[in-house]
């Protein structure tokens, strides 16, 4: 077998090194997007090399080891866009959870989800088996966490979902969340030394209040009682990414309301989900902050794809959108709360975007490029190439001792 060339040795090295963790927002997303680009170029050139290539850039980065069960942690390090600082676990141990109850939300059994979350120490948390987990409560997140659900099933469902509030360097990845409720008014503990009452829970899949550096990725969300991803009061650095999301109304709202200011700095990449069937709106509605829609495919809305209020900045690309029959639904934007005098200021653009079925995207605001710096974090691949980036989106089916 031919020898990798210095570059694939240099990419290679790329990932597994290590990167300088900041608590901020990204204040130069252009490089971020060179960075990328540079990502992006590499795996192609190393296409020959692994032989298994996709052009995601983050599957790109791991799926091609089919020792990645041995090599969990690698995963760190295949963010991109404004979540792209998520290290979760990663310089932490393993944590197996073996048990899938969650009888006590104070004092949470060691081996459940809910008592390797709280703890204090960077963790990478992995399931020993198959497992649905009836959350008796939110599951209340502590910082620096990974919930990884490779080579197993598992599903969060039929009661309260995940929270991630006040808290920084979170991932989830391959977790089935559905049919999440609404808490009631509970004790719930949030670390080891700390717990206090909770007030009622919204019902979202995965509720983001004031966090930062959080990756949501290759996760499979339906039918909850609010968002399936919400982010609000002052959340930023997030990425959303590689999610199959069906069967539900509002599913993902990004910023708190028009009058929360504090939204103004929060950056969200969108890149890689699938919006599948029986979806409604909200694909996502943005307040205030800067927006990156990339390389998304959306087969499904009945009301609009994607909308926003507060003038926020959406940078649309490359993303493929086949409108309803419904002749009055193929409008692929919503400018809400406003009269026309007002949202036609708002920076929204399409750009690439492959329209399908008569969809259509209204633009507002400038034109030039710079407007949308604080809304860039990738480089987008061309819409053709949608369906073959997206055709893994959600919960993988890994097993051990092959390539996922």
């Known amino acids: 077998m031919e020898s990798p060339s210095p570059l694939s040795l240099i990419f290679l090295f790329s990932l597994l090194t290590p990167t300088l963790i900041s608590s901020s927002p990204v204040q130069d997303p252009e490089l971020v997007v060179q960075e990328v680009h540079r990502t992006v170029n590499a795996s192609r050139r190393n296409l020959g090399y692994f032989s298994c290539g996709t052009g995601n850039p983050i599957d790109d980065c791991w799926r091609c080891d089919s020792n990645w069960e041995n090599n969990r942690q690698r995963l760190a390090d295949c963010a991109i866009g404004f979540g792209k600082n998520a290290i979760g676990g990663r310089d932490g141990k393993i944590y197996v959870v073996t048990d899938s109850s969650d009888h006590d939300a104070v004092n949470p059994k ?89 007030t009622v829970s919204d019902g979202d899949g995965v509720s983001i209040f004031g966090g930062s550096h959080v990756w949501v990725d290759h996760c499979s969300l339906s039918n909850c009682q609010d968002g399936l991803i919400d982010a609000i009061h002052g959340s930023t650095a997030i990425t959303i990414s590689n999610n199959y999301m069906t069967h539900h109304d509002k599913v993902m709202l990004l910023g708190h309301s028009d009058s929360y200011t504090q939204d103004k700095n929060m950056q969200v990449t969108i890149a890689f989900n699938h919006f599948g069937e029986g979806l409604v709106q909200r694909m996502p509605r943005c307040r205030h902050g800067y927006f990156h829609v990339v390389n998304n495919d959306y087969t499904h809305w009945e009301m609009y794809a994607i909308g926003g209020s507060a003038s ?49 995207f209204t633009l507002s605001g400038a034109g030039a490029s710079s407007s949308y710096a604080r809304a860039s974090s990738l480089g987008a691949r061309p819409s053709s190439v949608v369906g073959s980036i997206t055709t893994g989106a959600g919960a993988l089916n890994c097993r051990k001792g092959s390539r996922c």
């Open 312 to 360: 926020p900045t959406i940078n649309s690309q490359g993303n493929r959108f086949l409108a309803p029959n419904d002749r009055s639904s193929k409008e692929v934007t919503k400018h809400e709360n406003a009269p026309e005098s007002e949202w036609k200021h708002w920076n929204w653009r399409s750009e690439g975007d492959l329209m399908l079925n008569g969809a259509y």
């Open 110 to 198: 060691p081996g459940t989800l809910r008592h390797a979350v709280i703890q204090d120490e960077p963790l990478w948390i992995i399931f020993a088996r198959d497992m649905v987990i009836k959350l008796k409560e939110e599951l209340i997140m502590n910082s620096f966490k990974t919930i990884d659900g490779r080579g197993s099933s598992v599903h969060i469902a039929g009661g309260p979902c995940i929270t991630v509030q006040f808290v920084t360097n979170i991932i989830i990845h391959g977790i089935n969340i559905h049919d999440c409720k609404q808490g009631g008014n509970a004790m719930v503990r949030d670390s080891p030394g700390h717990y206090g009452w909770r």
